[in-house]
């Protein structure tokens, strides 16, 4: 039998030069005569792999967005999750844990550069005395949920190209944190390239293209096309609870969001979502809307100021339903996303990407934002739910981000916070904490592990708790 010959690399680069004049992108050529053939060849397989023309058309549809016109959107009424009937909504999430329906999902894949750290976000060591890293806390609460609810509940954690094998070697050094490798699976997103003010792709090197990770709404393609959705279906499990890399305080498996996801009136069991009441019409996070009967996120720099600013009639902001970017997903709502076709939308960002002049080949690390990156977002899933359900949660319980070195959103900030959950949590069992006066902020440190207790429920069955912790002390449950 013939075999197909394979096409010489010069067939390949006139084949690629043709595809790339048509959508003006010539340029990544440029430098063909002075590289050696392995590097022309890696430049192939990454020019074949360009989404040319959803490049061109995301390019041209976002230079000419038209604004959200406010009059149509109306704010989300969600559902209060300390108001509703706790006990039911947690027996019933409860027994879908119990019966391995659920996997904890992390998405890991981001760069982190407000951060300023080059490893994983997921190594960083966040706790407030220990410094444990997120992902130890993270191993931890799922340890500790497994043990509660006698279930297998898998740990899918998505890493880029970037960060895969350094989240790789991390984990092995640490002995996976104790779970068994065999229950922790890394999945990797994929990339999309950085484009110049005109819409040109960047190069980062004279044989490489400037490739950022494709979103966290890269995390329905990756699990997709590892075949992880379709094995969670064989598995027999339908449930991923979603959560984000950065925040210590969440809650990888939480029952009683679990039960609202699959028995809550208000839920089609596809897609449910937390959310915090926003603090300030200035605060930077993406907010709930409904339009019709669909419900979606708006992008704090998407929303008009009239939208931002406007007040309910008891002086509230009207529009507060913040995301905190804690999700449940059906598996099989994921799956109907695959198969229907349904790709996210595409947004870009002016970010600095280093990257080398297309003439020249000098290589540039920018000072300030020269290109637009790329990315899906996992909530543009949202509208394609026939009832999505939007769940509020207290923000002290489950939000303390980690986002910048310094200033809000910071380790500064997020150890503070996970201090004042544990400070509350004690206080529900008797404790007396010293607080300040004026203020009423906590004054002692205090770092509790998910070992420990999941919630303040299961403290108070801890025999060993102090009866009063003052001023200046840190310590550690
Ligand atoms: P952010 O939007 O905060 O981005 O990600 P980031 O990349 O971590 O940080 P900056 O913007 O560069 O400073 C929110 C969550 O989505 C994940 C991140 O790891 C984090 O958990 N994410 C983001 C991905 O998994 N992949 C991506 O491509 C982007």
Known sequence: MATAQRPSLDERRSAAAARLREFGQQHLLHFWDRLSDVARSSLLDEIDALPLEMLQRTFADQSAAPKPDPH??????????????????????????????????????GQGTRLGSDAPKGTFPATPILRKSLFEVFAESIGAARARWSARIPWLIMTSPLNHDAT??????????????????????????????????LLATESAIALNPDGHGGAVRALDQSGWLNRLAREGIDTLSYFQVDNPLCKPVDALFIGLHHAHP??????SSKVVAKTSAAEKVGVFCQRGNSRFVMEYSNMPREMTEARDAEGALLHRAGSIAVHVFGVPFLQRLVREGHGLPLHRALKKVPCIDPETGTHRVPTEPNAFKLESFIFDTVPAARRALVAQTTRTEEFAPIKNAVGEDSPATSSALQSERAAQWLERCGVRIARDAATGRCL????????????????????????RIGAGERLTI
């Open 168 to 201: 790789g070697r991390f984990f092995a050094a640490h002995d996976w944190f104790g779970l068994g490798q065999e229950s922790v699976h890394l999945i990797v997103q994929g990339t999309l390239p950085s484009l110049d003010r005109a819409g040109r792709v």
């Open 72 to 109: 149509s959107i109306l704010p989300v009424d969600p559902v209060v999750m300390d108001r509703v009937d706790t006990e039911r909504y947690v027996r019933e999430g409860s027994a879908v844990i119990a019966a391995n329906r659920v996997a904890a999902f992390t998405v890991a894949g």
């Open 266 to 271: 208000d839920s089609s069991g596809e897609v």
């Open 444 to 467: 002692a440190e205090i770092e509790l592990s998910p070992r420990t207790a999941l919630d303040a429920a299961a403290l108070a069955t801890c025999a060993t708790l102090p009866a």
